[in-house]
């Protein structure tokens, strides 16, 4: 079967193509069946896209771009639109409140999410967010408050009223399938963007959250690294080329056998990477060069350094791509910042354990000051030590506690 080919990262492999025997498996015996569901029942799933949080900013292009040439229910139908009935534990609802919560553009989740989808996602998105007239950056959906104009829009077009009232059709995947097959999301998801890479592409960070989530799912002590780069080839996105550097990477700085090193960095990236944002392939290959022996270790320090880089100001960026820290700066961080890095190392590790032993995720808190440490060690930040940056981050922590008790 095709699940047991991807999963053996058979070079005969094609996502697409099995993705219709999968497909036509499933109907056949009943774990998929078409229904037609209202956008706002429809969450996001967790495993879409490798766990990549949506970006309000592409959906409403996205959307806008629908708009612009007018909607259609074949197009934004079952051949794209795929979601899969929602766990016990309701983990596509929470998936869905956590994407929302990055940007006030996004709708509001419902309580009644039952689904979570995984092909057609920006879309059904963008639908809930027009019925609830959210805020919006896209001048030409903005009414004269900034909101989307949801009375003009569906004045104009009958068939997008009709998709974001009543709903599209989709493919529902039941949820005891999932739990016999929990990779079929996963794969699904895989082969509908693989179908949209001919002309759109699968992003850097998706890739290396590709690289996470495939590395996870092999089971057993040791990680099969070439197994990961194949079963992640399959889908041909545009950022195969750097997919060596990408396992490089995550191989050496990841944090393996947790990988928490590249979780840390990948939620991060997840609430404050900028749409559009690049990161070349040789930049990232030249950071996973710093050395790592037992006289020299900046694991925390080269993350950080990463955050820096990727979620910059648009003023040091090039045409999306981010050129804020040189190769010479990094470098610099085993060479003439040698002992200076190795201090921030420890501050950042001292950091970590703090906010770990905290209540609530302490992504941004602790991103935020990793990227002030990884600025004075580049020399970016002159005013200011890497001690200065932990004491007002702890300062300002302490407060925290105080206010809230």
Same mark, same amino acid.
């Given at each position: ?8 990262? @058979? ?5 697409? #193509? ?22 706002? !029942?429809v969450g996001i799933c967790s495993d879409n896209r490798d766990a990549k949080i949506m970006s309000a900013m592409e959906m ?47 709708? &509001? ?62 493919? !529902?995947? &039941? ?41 996870? @799912? ?21 950022? !195969?080329?750097?997919?060596?550097t990408h396992i490089n990477f995550v191989r050496r700085y990841g944090g393996f056998p947790t990988m928490s090193q590249l ?6 990236? @997840? ?18 060069? !710093? ?27 090039? @045409? ?18 040698? #002992? ?66």
């Amino acid at each position: 079967m095709a699940l047991a080919k991807v999963d053996a990262a @058979n070079s005969d492999v094609k996502i697409v #193509g099995d993705f219709d025997e999968m497909k036509a498996l499933m109907v056949q015996h009943g774990a998929a069946e078409k229904r037609t569901l209202p956008p706002h !029942v429809v969450g996001i799933c967790s495993d879409n896209r490798d766990a990549k949080i949506m970006s309000a900013m592409e959906m409403c292009t996205k959307g806008c771009k629908i708009v612009s040439v007018g909607a259609s229910r074949d197009l934004c139908g079952p051949l794209r639109a795929w979601c899969v009935e929602d766990t016990e534990g309701r983990l596509y609802y929470l998936w869905t409140l956590k994407t929302a919560n990055t940007s006030e553009q996004f709708a &509001r989740p419902s309580e009644w999410i039952e689904y979570g989808s995984i092909g057609c996602s920006h879309w059904n998105q963008f639908l809930q967010a027009v019925n609830q007239c959210r805020p919006t950056k896209v001048q030409s959906l903005a009414d004269d408050k900034g909101n989307i104009d949801k009375d003009r829009i569906f004045k104009r077009d009958p068939v997008f009223r009709s998709l974001a009232t009543i709903g599209m059709d989709w493919y !529902v995947i &039941r949820r005891g399938f999932v739990v016999r097959f929990p990779q079929v999301p996963r794969i699904f998801s895989k082969a509908l963007n693989a179908e949209h890479n001919i002309a759109v592409g699968e992003t850097w960070d998706q890739q290396l959250a590709s690289v996470y989530a495939t590395a996870q @799912n092999i089971s057993g002590d040791t990680v099969d690294w070439t197994s990961v780069r194949s079963q992640i080839a399959v889908s041909q996105g545009p950022c !195969v080329p750097d997919l060596a550097t990408h396992i490089n990477f995550v191989r050496r700085y990841g944090g393996f056998p947790t990988m928490s090193q590249l979780r840390e960095l990948l939620d991060f990236f @997840n609430l404050r990477l900028p749409a559009g944002r690049q990161v070349s392939g040789s930049w990232i290959d030249k950071l996973q060069q !710093v050395p790592m022996t037992t006289e020299f270790s900046i694991p925390n320090l080269v993350v950080a350094v990463f955050k820096a880089h990727a979620c910059c100001d648009n003023f040091y960026c090039e @045409n999306g791509l981010a050129r804020y820290v040189t190769m010479a700066e990094i470098k610099a961080l085993s060479t003439k910042n040698k #002992g200076l890095a190795l201090e921030a190392e420890g501050i950042l590790s001292n950091l970590k354990k703090v906010f770990a032993e905290s209540a609530g995720s302490k992504t941004l808190e602790y991103g935020r000051v990793s990227i002030e440490i990884a600025e004075v060690i580049l020399g970016k930040e002159k005013k200011k030590t890497c001690k200065d940056c932990s004491l007002t981050c702890r300062h300002n922590y302490v407060c925290s506690l105080t206010r809230y008790n």
